[in-house]
């Protein structure tokens, strides 16, 4: 959860007026580096972050959806370089679902034959 508009207002105002940062920091319990990087922001809004696209190439995985449906998410993992959860966090973003394929095992057909 982020701080309100109003507290960074304060700290940014008491900070300028001639108070410390350590003062600042101590009677508003806010961090050292927090108000450092208040201070040294034009715009004190919170920034909101959709997603971070760091190592997975979302289109690149899209395709390789497309030509292999039947792909493990491990086999996946290791084609891209990257851990099971950002694969599974970016299909599930992507709404793309796992079909799951019914198998008949050896001992299923011989119960009934």
Known sequence: MSYS???RKRVVDYVENGGR???AAVLFKVGR???YR?????DLQAT????RKIKLDWQALE????????ARLI??????GTRPSAISYALKEMKITRKKKNFVTRRETEKKG
């Open 5 to 7: 508009i109003d507290l």
């Open 21 to 23: 940062i350590a003062q």
């Open 33 to 35: 580096a927090t108000i």
């Open 38 to 42: 208040w201070l040294g922001r034009s």
């Open 48 to 51: 909101k972050v959709k997603r």
């Open 63 to 70: 395709k390789d959806v497309k030509e292999n449906p039947d």
């Open 75 to 80: 086999d996946r993992t290791k084609k891209f």
